[in-house]
T-cell receptor, first 112, second 115 residues
Framework: DAKTTQPNSMESNEEEPVHLPCNHS???????IHWYRQLPSQGPEYVIHGLTSNVNNRMASLAIAEDRKSSTLILHRATLRDAAVYYCILRDEGLVPRQLTFGSGTQLTVLP | DADVTQTPRNRITKTGKRIMLECSQT?????MYWYRQDPGLGLRLIYYSFDVKDINKGEISDGYSVSRQAQAKFSLSLESAIPNQTALYFC??????????????FGEGSRLTVL
C-alpha cells in the first residue's frame, strides 16, 4: 500500500505562511492526495485534496510535485487557530481502500 | 446537532467488562469506519463497513467486533476489555459515490479508559 511520510513537528509565526510537506514516493496513478487536520480535543476535519494539479480553497492551497511523489500543504497566513496535527493520506477509487490509516502527522505549533 | 454522533463520549471501565461504543450519522453516507487513536500513533483503522451487513477488518481488528445495524448506525464492541485498549476512538463516514475524492467526516471521539 502507498504510504506517506511527514515531519513530526513544525513551528510557524502567526500571520506568516506555512508549508507542510508530505512524501508519497509509492503513489499510484489513481491515488488522490488528501489533507486533514485535527484540532485539540476534536476529530480530524477535511482540509483539501488533489490529484495532479495544484488546488486552492478557502482553508489552504495544495501544491503537488510534477512526479506526484510529494506534495505541500500551504497555509497562507497562519493563525493561532491553525495549531493542529496535519495528516496527509492517499485515497483511491478501489472498492477496497488501499489506505485508510492515518500516520502520525505533523504537529504544527503557531507562535504569537 | 453533529452529523456524526458518538456515544458515550467518555467511559471508564474495568478489565474484562464488555463495552459498546455507538456511532450514528445523519449524512446519509453508506460507508462507515471505526478508528483508534493512541498518543503519537495517529489514527489506525479497526473495522469498516461499506453498507449494511458489510463488515471488513482494518489494521487492528483483534479484540474488537462491530455491528452495522442500519445504514446510519455502526457499533464497536470490546467483548472483554483490557488496559491496552485504553484509547480515543473515532467513528467516520464517507460517501461511496465519491470514493476517492469525498471527505471523511469524523465524530468527536469516545475516550475509553480500561482499568
Amino acid at each position: 500500500d502507498a504510504k506517506t511520510t511527514q515531519p513530526n513537528s513544525m513551528e510557524s509565526n502567526e500571520e506568516e505562511p506555512v508549508h507542510l510537506p508530505c512524501n508519497h514516493s509509492t503513489i499510484s496513478g489513481t491515488d488522490y492526495i488528501h489533507w486533514y487536520r485535527q484540532l485539540p480535543s476534536q476529530g480530524p476535519e477535511y482540509v483539501i485534496h488533489g490529484l495532479t494539479s495544484n488546488v486552492n480553497n478557502r482553508m489552504a492551497s495544495l501544491a503537488i510535485a510534477e512526479d506526484r511523489k510529494s506534495s505541500t500543504l500551504i497555509l497562507h497566513r497562519a493563525t493561532l487557530r491553525d495549531a493542529a496535527v496535519y495528516y496527509c493520506i492517499l485515497r483511491d477509487e478501489g472498492l477496497v481502500p488501499r489506505q485508510l490509516t492515518f500516520g502520525s502527522g505533523t504537529q504544527l505549533t503557531v507562535l504569537p | 446537532d453533529a452529523d456524526v454522533t458518538q456515544t458515550p463520549r467518555n467511559r471508564i471501565t474495568k478489565t474484562g467488562k464488555r463495552i459498546m461504543l455507538e456511532c450514528s450519522q445523519t449524512k446519509g453516507h453508506d460507508r462507515m469506519y471505526w478508528y483508534r487513536q493512541d498518543p503519537g500513533l495517529g489514527l489506525r483503522l479497526i473495522y469498516y463497513s461499506f453498507d449494511v451487513k458489510d463488515i471488513n477488518k482494518g489494521e487492528i481488528s483483534d479484540g474488537y467486533s462491530v455491528s452495522r445495524q442500519a445504514q446510519a448506525k455502526f457499533s464497536l464492541s470490546l467483548e472483554s476489555a483490557i488496559p491496552n485498549q485504553t484509547a480515543l476512538y473515532f467513528c467516520a463516514t464517507s460517501d461511496s459515490q465519491v470514493p476517492a475524492t469525498g471527505e471523511l467526516f469524523f465524530g468527536e471521539g469516545s475516550r475509553l479508559t480500561v482499568l
